[in-house]
């Protein structure tokens, strides 16, 4: 759970604890909230929260609260909120499906894919993937701890783990590819990043998946299967090999930068 200096609350006299907390619960002016196990203990042992300090309290649906804590005990504790201070605001419609690597490489990409603003991480089972299965609750653990410090109102999704075959059987044809495709780039089969996705020349708001292959790579049949899907950009990220973690990383920043949310003037 991510603390972040909020402007003191001024004029009501809390204690500003700048903290936020992500609570999956409705979100309403006087409706209290009853924080789960964990989210007790980091406010009590961990920051030493007290009673009468004030919090915010953030999901996709109802936006971000300000709230009070108004009891915190040692495995409950109970907010109230005050005033919304934040309507609802989606992240952009971008998923990462990503063949899962080792636990270290993975938790980081589930940390900067979430500071990086993906809805989804769609983790793939691929020919060479060197792991069998993805742990989702350490997953979401990380993400929604990502989520508090980056001050998104929403968390990503971690969605089971599937083999490509099914998963390229199942693919939404609405929602565009950016393929990762380190293979590509001598052949000119994978233009440089940037040149691709001005190319693919997507509506504002249209949904992409950024796809990055396990440490070994896609096996080439693989890589045939995704090319051969109407909505797939294939691109390049430049001459050297990346970790898969990196690409994921430089990827998503890329799109980001180029066709996501960093454009907005804020
Ligand atoms: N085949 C590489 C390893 C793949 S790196 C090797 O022989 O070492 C893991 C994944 O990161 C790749 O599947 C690809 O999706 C992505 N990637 C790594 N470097 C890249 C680059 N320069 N351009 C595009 N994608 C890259």
């Not at 009070?68 to 109230?80: F, H, I, M, S, W």
């Not at 990086?116 to 993400?143: D, H, K, M, W, Y």
């Not at 994978?190 to 396990?214: K, Q, R, S």
Request: with cysteine; charged share 20%; hydrophobic share 45%.
């Amino acid at each position: 759970m991510g603390a972040r200096s909020h402007a003191s609350d001024a004029g009501t006299g809390l204690r500003p604890s700048g903290i936020r907390l992500f609570v999956d619960r409705p979100l309403a002016a006087g409706a209290d909230v009853a924080l789960d196990r964990a989210q007790a203990h980091y406010l009590r042992n961990v920051m030493r929260v007290q009673a009468g300090s004030a919090l915010a309290l953030f999901n996709p649906r109802d936006g971000e609260w300000r709230a009070t804590l108004e009891t915190v005990g040692k495995n409950e504790a109970v907010c109230r909120p005050v005033e919304q201070v934040r309507t609802p605001a989606p992240e952009p419609d971008l998923w990462l499906v990503f063949a899962p690597v080792k636990r270290g490489p993975v938790d980081l990409v589930a940390q900067k894919a979430t500071e990086l603003g993906v809805a989804a991480l769609q983790p793939v089972f691929t020919r060479r993937t060197a792991v069998s299965r993805v742990n989702a609750e350490r997953l979401r653990a990380i993400a929604v701890e990502a989520a508090e410090q980056c001050e998104r109102l929403s968390v990503p999704e971690i969605r089971a783990p599937l083999p490509l075959d099914r998963l390229l059987a199942e693919w939404p044809l609405d929602r565009h590819i950016l393929l990762c495709d380190e293979t590509g780039a001598a052949t000119g089969a994978a233009p440089p990043v940037a040149a691709a996705l001005a190319a693919a020349a997507t509506p504002a708001g249209a949904p992409w998946a950024v796809f990055v292959g396990p440490e070994g790579g896609y096996a080439p049949e693989e890589l045939d299967a995704i090319r051969k899907l109407t909505i797939v950009t294939p691109a390049s990220l430049g001459d050297r090999i990346l970790r898969a973690d990196t690409a994921a990383i430089a990827a998503l920043a890329c799109w980001q930068a180029l066709l996501g949310d960093w454009g907005k003037q804020t």
